[in-house]
């Protein structure tokens, strides 16, 4: 069955430092692959995707994500962390573009 | 910029009453969905929608209907409310077509609580 495992719940960085959240999935083929961002009390925006080609991937608000297939992965980077990053970050793979499949979720605080 | 809306941010229904989530979507997209999202499960997948008075059954679907009668809005009905239906539910929408289609576009949530 499709899975999406992200296996931090909350991770907790200071500001300034570097931050990867990680994102594994299960799936035979190659999916299409994304990370949202949820603010408190806000709908979900997405950061960035990967469909094919160049395996990392650029975002925006400075983040990046690469897909290694040998890993079944596709971690969330970002070199400097701000407080504004304080948020719920998804990881979704898509079977097809009406299937997605969501990770649990990872809280990220950030300390000043 | 897409817009999705959703006719309330908080709603607080009895058990038993009929309950109606809207959604609306000003972009002309073919493709609409509802999940509902509770802590530790993300985001599970009620129904979707790929054309008018078309619908398809997601990953949990009992105790849900949707309508949807026109292109832009997709309602999202729970029958008989149970308190197990107190969550987040989040309305999203997304172009048909390739891989420009992919991005869903959601709205802010509706928080529900089933007393």
């Known amino acids: 069955a499709q899975s999406v495992t992200q296996p931090d719940i909350h991770i907790t960085v200071s500001e300034g430092a570097s931050l990867e959240l990680r994102c594994n999935y299960s799936?035979?083929?190659?999916?299409?692959l994304f990370w949202y961002v949820q603010s408190p009390g806000q709908g979900l925006q997405l950061l960035l995707k990967?469909?094919?080609?160049?395996?990392l991937v650029q975002g925006i608000k400075g983040f990046e994500a690469e897909f290694k297939r040998s890993q079944s992965s596709f971690n969330l980077r970002k070199p400097s962390v701000h407080w504004s990053d304080a948020a719920e970050y998804f990881c979704a793979v898509v079977l097809n573009f009406n299937k997605f499949y969501f990770g649990s979720g990872t809280k990220l605080n950030v300390k000043p | 910029d897409v817009k999705v809306t959703q006719s309330s941010r908080y709603l607080v229904k009895r058990t038993g009453e009929k309950v109606f989530l809207e959604c609306v979507q000003d972009m002309d997209h073919e493709n609409m969905f509802w999940y509902r999202q509770d802590p530790g499960l993300g985001l599970r997948l009620i129904y979707f929608?790929?054309?008018?008075?078309?619908?398809e059954k997601g990953d949990i679907p009992e105790g849900y209907s949707v309508s949807r009668e026109k292109k832009e809005r997709f309602s999202l009905i729970l029958e008989s409310a149970s308190t197990n239906q107190t969550s987040m539910y989040l309305c999203a929408s997304r172009p048909s077509g390739g891989l420009s289609g992919g991005e869903q576009f959601f709205g802010p949530g509706t928080r529900l609580t089933v007393l």
């Open positions: 799936y035979g083929a190659t999916p299409y």
């Open positions: 990967y469909f094919s080609g160049d395996t």
């Open positions: 929608s790929y054309d008018v008075k078309m619908k």
